[in-house]
């Protein structure tokens, strides 16, 4: 694979129907709830992709059975009787979701990542799992590396904790709540908290697995403690995957089908019908999968994606290469993802000509004739989005390690490929 990549860029508007690869957030659940949980399970259909990875061998180093058969992986949950080291990545489900989980282990677990996961938020969980009963060794950083010394249970209780740097915080705090002893109580207070719905998700699937959550009041998430039922899960495709192949139909004014794109999701990513009928496109769901079909140009749009961050580079991307001026709002909390999207999108998309204002929370967009050039990601997988789409309309973008995509897309590269020019699958990505 050539670094820079040439992002492919189509003749003309492009027909395609792509099948895509299982959604991390509900994988990586999946995984963290079978290894709780009172009995073997299986997740079917799981994403197999850098940050899955990270959590399977995360949760096996703790002592859980994880065996990867063809399409699914089975979990045995197993005695959490050892010391353990996790490598978090550059994965905050990893980094956020392991922790209250480790408090129940009798060892001490340590966890590390890339550079950069140093630099990502966390301190206001690992203070909050302190309160919670669970003894954690940062060195006083807030930050990666850090440790958990887990004596093989948790008090739990009421915790205060500011999550409006991540949602990860309080699904993290739920997700193992359960098993805690007297549950867990969560109250947010601060700037309100980003990416509900993978918090709605989080909810969701304890109840699934037989656990009582009580969501009645903003702000409050209490987890009755109890056992966490062995739940067989099939996991849905990654919808904010699905953003680039969406665009692929929307910038070329031609047509793209994602299969199996569920009649009703707790995933984030659904919100892009919406999205993308506000630029224009003609969007429509049937037993076939979600359609969307591109116009002749798109329209710029407003938008608060407060609750959507993570679609956030890929929609910039089509607002650079729409006819009327965008306005991104809300997503302050972006700064703290893969890299600091709202910069590294303003630096990027301005590099190849676009008008960018950077705000404190988000991007002013006014399109205008873009050229062709290096797009840098940052290790940023959504970064890597943002560059394939722009190369969709514009010759000569080069995408600086696109292989980046393996965090939450195995071969990425190839997939795109074939579904911007058509292959020997017939088309299917
Ligand atoms: O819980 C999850 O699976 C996720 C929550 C969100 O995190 P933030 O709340 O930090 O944005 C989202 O951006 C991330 O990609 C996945
Ligand atoms: C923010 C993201 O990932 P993470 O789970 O590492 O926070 C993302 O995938 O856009």
């Known amino acids: 694979m050539p670094d820079p990549w040439p992002a492919p860029r189509p003749d003309g508007p492009v027909e395609r129907v792509v099948s895509l690869p299982g959604s991390k957030s509900l ?4 995984l963290v709830l079978a290894a709780i949980a009172d009995g073997p399970s299986v997740v079917r259909r799981p994403l197999r992709s850098r940050d899955t990875l990270l959590m399977a061998s995360a949760l096996r180093a703790l002592g859980t059975g994880i065996e990867d058969a063809d399409d699914h992986w089975a979990a045995t949950p197993g005695a959490w009787d050892r010391d353990a080291e996790v490598d978090c990545g550059l994965a905050g489900t990893v980094m956020r979701f392991v922790p209250p989980v480790a408090g129940l282990a009798r060892g001490t677990v340590g966890f590390d990542g890339d550079p950069h996961m140093r630099l990502r938020p966390v301190g206001q969980m690992l203070t909050a799992l302190a309160a919670l009963g669970v003894t954690v060794d940062d060195g006083g950083r807030g930050a990666l590396p850090f440790a958990v010394a887990g004596s093989g249970s948790v008090p739990g209780g009421t915790v205060t904790i500011d999550a409006s740097a991540s949602s990860q915080f309080v699904s993290a705090l739920l997700l193992a709540g359960a098993r805690y002893e007297h549950g867990v109580d969560v109250r947010h207070v601060g700037k309100p908290v980003p990416s509900l719905p993978h918090i709605e998700m989080t909810v969701q699937m304890l109840r699934q697995h037989g656990v009582e959550v009580d969501d009645s009041d903003a702000n409050r998430w209490a987890v009755a403690p109890g056992p966490v039922k ?60 979600l359609t969307v079909s591109g116009p002749a140009r798109l329209s710029g749009v407003d938008l608060d994606l407060h609750d959507v961050g993570e679609l956030t580079p890929a929609v910039a991307a089509l607002c650079a290469l729409a006819d009327s001026p965008s306005h991104l709002r809300g997503i302050a909390h972006i700064r703290g993802h893969e890299t600091d999207r709202i910069t590294a999108l303003a630096t990027e998309l301005g590099r190849l000509g676009a008008e960018v204002v950077e705000r404190e929370d988000g991007l002013s967009i006014t399109p205008a004739p873009l050229h062709g050039g290096v ?33 939450t897309f195995p071969d990425f590269a190839g997939a ?10 017939g088309g299917s990505a």
């Open 375 to 407: 797009f840098h990601t940052y290790a940023d997988h959504r970064m890597a989005h943002a560059g394939v789409i722009l190369g969709l309309a514009v010759d000569g973008v080069l995408v600086e390690d696109v292989a980046t995509t393996s965090k």
């Open 27 to 30: 994988t990586n659940r999946a």
């Open 416 to 425: 795109w490929s074939t579904a911007v020019l058509g292959g020997p699958s």
């Open 230 to 289: 062995a739940v067989d899960h099939d996991i849905e495709p990654d919808l904010s995957n699905a953003a680039p192949f969406l665009a692929l139909g929307a910038a070329t004014g031609g047509t793209v089908t994602v299969r199996d794109w569920p009649g009703s999701t707790t995933q984030p990513g659904d919100q892009l019908r919406e999205i993308l009928a506000l630029m224009g496109c003609e969007v429509s769901l049937s037993g076939g999968g």
